[in-house]
T-cell receptor, first 116, second 114 residues
Framework: EAGVAQSPRYKIIEKRQSVAFWCNPI?????LYWYQQILGQGPKLLIQ????????DSQLPKDRFSAERLKGVDSTLKIQPAKLEDSAVYLC??????????????FGPGTRLTVL | AQSVTQLGSHVSVSEGALVLLRCNYS??????LFWYVQYPNQGLQLLLK??????LVKGINGFEAEFKKSETSFHLTKPSAHMSDAAEYFC????????????FGSGTQLTVLP
């Protein structure tokens, strides 16, 4: 079974530029998550989708970050314009569904963003 | 609200020695608790989880953790460290009944000395 795929793996941009990350979850997984992991910290949830709907985006800086999952499968996370403090690893994860039964989150390898 | 505190950002052990990584949690509802491992340039991999069944949980690669409600702890142990255990370990908490809203600790970097 293929895991969660992310691209690109690495990205270097200058501040005020825009950048986009792509995630392809495990086939059949309805729930998709984007996390931000700053160096030396644990991952922080940015946004959670259930199919193509947003479940939680309370920690997403909406003035510069946006995310979509139009067909309920792949997802893109965009930053525009980027700031120095956005330098981090962006992790995508997926799970079968959100409900009363525990479903493990499977993580992709992440995209390491460096903002100069 | 949930939070996790991992005591010790760096832990070093000798190969063959006991591994003990500490995690304390705070949760307003019965929690689910997790340990994840992250190798360099890779995503997180689930080591083990506590979901309100047995308080002593066994995971992959010989790791185990014990849920102690009275101490609000979920420490990770392994009797004998192997060089391949060198990685970063994250403790996480979630409200029971769901896999969403994982809140992670800041991580502990484990170094295994030959």
């Amino acid at each position: 079974e293929a895991g969660v795929a992310q691209s690109p793996r690495y990205k270097i941009i200058e501040k005020r530029q825009s950048v986009a990350f792509w995630c392809n979850p495990i086939s059949g997984h309805a729930t998709l998550y984007w996390y931000q992991q700053i160096l030396g910290q644990g991952p922080k949830l940015l946004i959670q989708f259930q199919n193509n709907g947003v479940v939680d985006d309370s920690q997403l800086p909406k003035d510069r970050f946006s995310a979509e999952r139009l067909k309920g499968v792949d997802s893109t996370l965009k930053i525009q314009p980027a700031k120095l403090e956005d330098s981090a690893v962006y992790l995508c994860a997926s799970s079968l569904s959100v409900g009363t039964t525990y479903n493990e989150q499977f993580f992709g390898p992440g995209t390491r963003l460096t903002v100069l | 609200a949930q939070s996790v505190t991992q005591l010790g950002s760096h832990v070093s052990v000798s190969e063959g020695a006991l591994v003990l990584l500490r995690c304390n949690y705070s949760s307003s509802v019965p929690p689910y608790l997790f340990w994840y491992v992250q190798y360099p340039n890779q995503g997180l991999q689930l080591l083990l989880k506590y979901t309100s069944a047995a308080t002593l949980v066994k995971g992959i690669n010989g790791f185990e953790a014990e849920f102690k409600k009275s101490e609000t702890s979920f420490h990770l142990t392994k009797p004998s460290a192997h060089m391949s255990d060198a990685a970063e370990y994250f403790c996480a908490v979630s409200p029971s009944g769901s896999a969403r809203q994982l809140t992670f600790g800041s991580g502990t970097q484990l170094t295994v000395l030959p």
